[in-house]
């Protein structure tokens, strides 16, 4: 078990839809990133925060918006989703924004969202 | 931009026998970090190995080393005395020590280990 929470686990929904997927970070890690694992794409990163502000922009498309709230969860909106958003979505946290190699990122388990 | 290739979709191993995964990588940095996953069927993502880039010694955990070629931009992954359980995605990423910190994932390759 890496620390890292992530709900829901399966998602379906259908096209156009909006949903959010959660995650909560290892127990004083700060920084969250989500990550993309789609068949065509592979690990894609999406977006990164750090102590509640947006650090990093990855492929994230205009569709997609996160957020880290002061209790350091995290939340990926995706919206008007269409059938090529289905994938499993990562989100990983480290202690600090980066540098040393004490900065490892741990993975939760992921959300697999479908798309129908 | 930083890019990974892992040219090897598919390989296969015996029980017990050596396997080497390939990695390749594009950058004009000269500090990075590298590193090896793997997930299983389970999909969860757990870190193998990790390499600083200006440490010349090859990084190695129990039957997991590297074999790190800085001038070459090579970073193959070595599994010793394979097992079963070794069976699984193995994904090769780089991290930039500036900017933004996120992993620059390769394509994977499968690993099959067969009895």
């Known amino acids: 078990d890496s620390g890292v929470t992530q709900t829901p686990k399966h998602l379906i929904t259908a096209t156009g839809q909006r949903v959010t997927l959660r995650c909560s970070p290892r127990s004083g890690d700060l920084s969250v990133y989500w990550y993309q694992q789609s068949l065509d794409q592979g690990l894609q990163f999406l977006i990164q925060?750090?102590?509640?502000?947006?650090?990093a922009k990855g492929n994230i498309l205009e569709r997609f918006s996160a957020q880290q709230f002061p209790d350091l969860h995290s939340e990926l909106n995706l919206s008007s989703l269409e059938l090529g958003d289905s994938a499993l979505y990562f989100c990983a946290s480290s202690p600090r924004t980066g540098g040393s190699m004490n900065t490892e990122a741990f993975f939760g388990q992921g959300t697999r969202l479908t798309v129908v | 931009a930083q890019t990974v290739t892992q040219s090897q979709p598919e390989m296969s191993v015996q029980e017990a026998e050596t396997v080497t995964l390939s990695c390749t990588y594009d950058t004009s940095e000269s500090d990075y970090y590298l590193f090896w996953y793997k997930q299983p069927p389970s999909r969860q993502m757990i870190l193998v190995i990790r390499q600083e880039a200006y440490k010349q010694q090859n990084a190695t955990e129990n039957r997991f080393s590297v074999n790190f070629q800085k001038a070459a931009k090579s970073f193959s992954l070595k599994i010793s005395d394979s097992q079963l359980g070794d069976a699984a995605m193995y994904f090769c990423a780089y991290r930039s020590a500036q900017g933004g910190y996120a992993l620059n994932f390769g394509k994977g390759t499968s690993l099959l280990v067969t009895p």
């Open positions: 925060y750090y102590n509640g502000e947006e650090r």
